[in-house]
């Protein structure tokens, strides 16, 4: 069993730069692809981005060039830095882990979940 803890959440400006982390406990953290994950208001939960055994990287097209996926294997972390955000990015931010080194943005395949940490850009 895997226990995600997200935290890095908060209130910044457009423009602005958030950088959030996800603490794995309970697992072999370098055996799961990594995924971050969003659900806004209103609206069902989407794919942001995830990082493989490799450290091979995915992004949504909406987030391409503005976040930056990564991990530490030695710290079972890993992290989101979003930088030039948008009002469109406030959500919920969720990180996932799923137990293959296939990437994979279908949320459905991906196997533990954290509570979230939320983002809120203003304008």
């Known amino acids: 069993q895997v226990q995600l803890a997200e935290s890095g959440g908060g209130l910044v400006q457009a423009g602005g730069s958030l950088r959030l982390s996800c603490a794995a406990s309970g697992g072999t953290f370098r055996r799961y692809t990594m995924g971050w994950f969003r659900q806004a208001p209103g609206k069902e939960r989407e794919f942001v981005a995830a990082?493989?055994?490799?450290?091979?990287?995915y992004y949504a097209d909406s987030v391409k060039g503005r976040f930056t996926i990564s991990r530490d294997n030695a710290k079972n972390t890993v992290y989101l830095q979003m930088n030039s955000l948008k009002p469109e990015d406030t959500a919920v931010y969720y990180c996932?882990?799923?137990?293959?080194?296939?990437?994979?943005?279908?949320?459905?395949?991906?196997?533990?979940w954290g509570q979230g940490t939320q983002v809120t850009v203003s304008s």
């Open positions: 996932a882990a799923r137990q293959s080194p296939l990437y994979s943005n279908y949320q459905a395949s991906y196997d533990y």
């Open positions: 990082i493989g055994w490799s450290d091979n990287t």
